[in-house]
């Protein structure tokens, strides 16, 4: 899958399916943590991978996780995602 489908695949999950795609994940999310980050999804942007996550965006999850937790979940989206995601 290249990084442009894997966007578009989070982006248009639902939160089941997210929660599907998180169980191969060290970073388990409770139902709580999954409806606040699952919003979150309709902002990613293929300007990411240039630019980096906007601040606003990286304090969300931070506030939801916790910086410890999000940090882990960012660097497990770059392992598993598509190799033009790293």
């Known amino acids: 899958m290249d990084i442009g489908k894997f966007i578009i695949q989070l982006q248009n999950c639902t939160k089941k399916e997210f929660k599907q795609i998180l169980k191969g994940f060290e970073v388990k999310l409770s139902d709580k943590e999954i409806e606040g980050v699952h919003p979150l999804l309709q902002e990613i942007s293929i300007t990411w991978l240039v630019l980096g996550v906007p601040n606003a965006i990286q304090q969300k999850l931070i506030q939801i996780l916790g910086e ?19």
């Open 68 to 86: 410890k937790r999000a940090i882990t979940l960012y660097e497990q989206l770059k392992e598993k995602g598509p190799s033009s995601f790293r």
